[in-house]
């Protein structure tokens, strides 16, 4: 079945502490994109990835890094978490990188940063 | 760059009542246009979307018009079903390039459909 997996689903981490948001997609897509949920605020793009090795920020980057060393994964790291990023948090992938695709999205991941 | 706005809602139907849900975005080139559907605690699901001027796209009973002089896309169906509660999101994706293939979201809109 074609998705996009992310772990963890659910997530409580105190300030500071490092986590990571794992990606991994099985359509071969080159394609890939984080964005983050906020109520009233819609869904705001974090880093995309054009292809293995190229990633580049999106709207909202501060706290956030990332990494595409393989084609299938493009996992979201957070090294220094604060409360205001709190969030839903998901993973998106497309098999074009021209406009007509549509991105498939993971479930999300809820992060909650006491 | 890139905008997309929605009406924010809530909206509140009775089943078996007409739904509009409006769209209009402000975009460079040709983007296109999609509505995206996200049910309570699921990700987002594409529902319908169109790629050119005029175009419409449509699934499960909803349709949404490429209006290019009005810069609209607005989502309609004739009779809403309880099943269809959700939030709706409008977005758009250029194609000029680099940061402009993401997709642009609106704010969403949810829909109750009452029984």
């Known amino acids: 079945e074609a998705q996009v997996t992310q772990n963890p689903r659910y997530l409580i981490t105190v300030t500071g502490k490092k986590l990571t948001v794992t990606c991994s997609q099985n359509m071969n897509h080159e394609y890939m994109s984080w964005y983050r949920q906020d109520p009233g605020l819609g869904l705001r793009q974090i880093y995309y990835s054009m292809n293995v090795e190229v990633t580049d920020k999106g709207d909202v980057p501060e706290g956030y890094k990332v990494s595409r060393k393989e084609k299938r994964n493009f996992p979201l790291i957070l090294e220094s978490p604060s409360p205001n990023q709190t969030s839903l948090y998901f993973c998106?992938?497309?098999?074009?990188?021209?406009?007509?695709?549509?991105?498939?999205f993971g479930e999300g991941s809820r992060l909650t940063v006491l | 760059g890139n905008s997309v706005t929605q009406m924010e809602g809530p909206v509140t139907l009775s089943e078996e009542a007409f739904l509009t849900i409006n769209c209009t975005y402000t975009?460079?080139?040709?983007?296109?246009l999609f509505w995206y559907v996200q049910y309570p605690g699921e990700g987002l699901q594409l529902l319908l979307k169109?790629?050119?001027?005029?175009d419409k796209g449509s699934n499960k009973g909803f349709e949404a018009t490429y209006r290019k002089e009005t810069t609209s896309f607005h989502l309609e169906k004739g009779s809403v079903q309880v099943s269809d509660s959700a939030v709706y999101f409008c977005?758009?994706?250029?194609?000029?390039?680099?940061?402009?293939?993401?997709?642009?979201f609106g704010k969403g809109t949810l829909l109750t459909v009452n029984p």
């Open positions: 169109a790629t050119k001027a005029d």
């Open positions: 998106a992938s497309s098999i074009t990188q021209g406009a007509t695709g549509e991105l498939f």
């Open positions: 977005a758009l994706r250029g194609n000029s390039g680099g940061s402009n293939y993401k997709l642009t």
């Open positions: 975009a460079t080139g040709y983007p296109s």
